[in-house]
């Protein structure tokens, strides 16, 4: 499919240089602790480079580097584990922080359940178009987004009624489905392109579920879940002359965090979370824009 669908704001030098940190911090890090290392104790016991090195002063900073060196790894998880939280939670505007640290694995699986998933294509569309630069570790992709179904009568969104009460508006309802197929259809276009490349397979793919978004369900690697509730009663207004409609803002949306690294009760929450999201998007439908049947 075509990659040229609504394109995020870019994320510039700062995202890129992130990115390199990322990538070459650990290993800059212990070559230089392990060179600091071998130099102190060549130092100690070679008398002419001890000599030339001030002698014994060398042996606690070669020492002081080594214990550095062996604490660096699990200095590294203990910062990782105090960013993603075994149980806790987060809203939604900190998804990014959860993106990067799925896309250090080698083999990447986000899913998705839940409105339009705009916050989540934001940071999905900058990780994709960066691993045609630079791939890292990751050799596999796999996007699974599953939003509802669009094309048929809804309670929400709607327009607000009289008294409140929600009106189907199938124009509100067809712009909501145009914004995700441009979404589908950009993050297919960058998985194409590098799968086309030969360093990373990818692919991105949308399906709908029937009812309203009331779950906001993300799902990195199988190892962390998120979830939240949408404020269904949101209201919008488009324009000032527009009527008001029940629009969620997932934005807004503060999730709970669960990981395996947690309770047996977490383990346990995350294994029923994938395989129900596994067994929806078993039952869901293809969208027509993907040569599904029409509604």
């Known amino acids: 499919m075509s990659g040229g669908g609504s394109r995020p704001a870019d994320g510039g030098m700062g995202e890129r240089l992130r990115r390199f940190q990322a990538r070459y911090e650990p290993a800059v890090t212990r070559i230089l602790l392990m060179a600091i290392f071998v130099i102190g104790v060549t130092a100690q016991f070679v008398k002419p480079v001890g000599d030339a090195l001030q002698d014994k002063v060398f042996l606690g900073g070669a020492l002081l580097s080594l214990v550095g060196y062996v604490l660096y790894d699990t200095l590294k998880d ?29 083999m990447v699986e986000i899913s998705f359940l839940g409105y339009t998933g705009e916050t989540l294509y934001n940071e999905l569309y900058h990780r994709l178009e960066g691993l045609l ?137 995350v294994a029923t979370w994938n395989k129900h999201l596994d067994d929806l998007w078993s039952l869901a439908s293809v969208p027509s824009w993907r040569g599904g049947t029409p509604p």
């Open 78 to 106: 203990l910062a990782a584990s105090l960013r993603l939280p075994t149980r806790g939670q987060v809203q939604s505007r900190e998804l990014g922080s959860f993106v990067s640290e799925a896309f250090d694995a080698r």
């Open 133 to 269: 630069d630079d791939p890292g570790p990751t050799r596999h992709v796999s996007v699974r987004v599953l939003i509802p179904d669009f094309g048929q009568p809804m309670t929400v969104p709607s327009r607000v009624g009289p008294g409140g009460a929600p009106l189907d508006d199938p124009d509100f309802r067809k712009r909501l489905e145009r914004k995700c197929q441009e979404y589908d259809q950009t993050l297919s276009g960058l998985a194409e392109r590098l799968t086309g490349l030969g360093r990373v397979t990818a692919e991105c793919e949308y399906r709908l579920y029937p009812g309203i978004p009331r779950d906001k369900i993300c799902i990195f690697n199988r190892d962390q879940v998120l979830h939240g509730l949408y404020d269904v009663m949101a209201r919008t207004v488009l324009r000032s002359s527009d009527p008001e409609f029940y629009d969620p803002k997932g934005y807004r949306t503060d999730l709970n965090v669960w990981s395996p690294k947690g309770s047996d009760d977490s383990k346990a929450v």
